[in-house]
């Protein structure tokens, strides 16, 4: 038996969301979210506190909640997911969305969406794509990614990636050090696009 945690079969082979379809992505993110209460009393020292952060067998970062969150050591040393999300965004999302999720004149900059999406909000809107029409000077539409599996299979690899830009943890130029991808990542990488481990 396989269980989805965060679009990962437990068993390490395949991103829930490379195989299924964006409708059925969706009906599934529709499923209620926990709400992240911020108190209002709380000092401002709290908001700055370290982010409790577990480690996958896959190399993957995530918070209490499960969300998927970039790690960047204090030498400055990306996690590979961070480093991957800087390699994918370049090759599938700058040519709308500017260099280093700046933005352009038809494309949001998302390096400051994400500092108010969520997790669930970006995958939905990546699967299935999202229309504004009259917005600024010309329509914006993004395409929906859900069947490119250049995006979905490094989903969360995009997501940390620019929320670490969001997050004003990671600057604009090529990351320098990063961690080794593993040897899970690599096996699930492989069983998303169909190749031989």
Not at 39 to 51: G, K, L, Y
Not at 135 to 154: H, I, L, R, S, W
Not at 164 to 177: F, I, Q
Request: charged share 20%; aromatic share 8%; with cysteine.
């Amino acid at each position: 038996m396989m269980n989805s945690v965060r679009g990962w079969l437990v068993s390490g082979i395949l991103p829930a969301s490379a195989g299924v379809s964006a409708v059925v992505l969706a009906a599934a993110l529709v499923l209620p979210v926990p709400a992240r209460a911020q108190d209002a009393a709380a000092p401002a020292a709290t908001a700055a506190a370290p982010v409790a952060k577990e480690k996958d067998e896959l190399g993957k970062y995530t918070l209490p909640d499960g969300d998927p969150i970039y790690n960047i050591g204090t030498d400055g040393t990306l996690d590979w997911y961070t480093y991957s999300g800087y390699r994918r965004y370049h090759a599938e999302c700058h040519v709308c969305h500017g260099p280093d999720g700046m933005g352009s004149s038809y494309a949001p900059a998302l390096a400051n969406s994400l500092k108010t999406m969520t997790y669930a909000q970006f995958m939905e809107i990546v699967v299935n794509g999202k229309q504004n029409v009259g917005v600024g000077t010309a329509d914006q539409v993004m395409p929906a990614f859900g069947e490119n599996k250049n995006v979905m299979c490094y989903l969360d690899d995009l997501y940390v990636y620019l929320k670490a830009r969001a997050d004003g943890a990671l600057g604009r130029e090529r990351p320098s050090k990063r961690e080794d991808k593993t040897k899970a990542y690599t096996a699930n990488e492989n069983q998303c696009f169909g190749r031989p481990s």
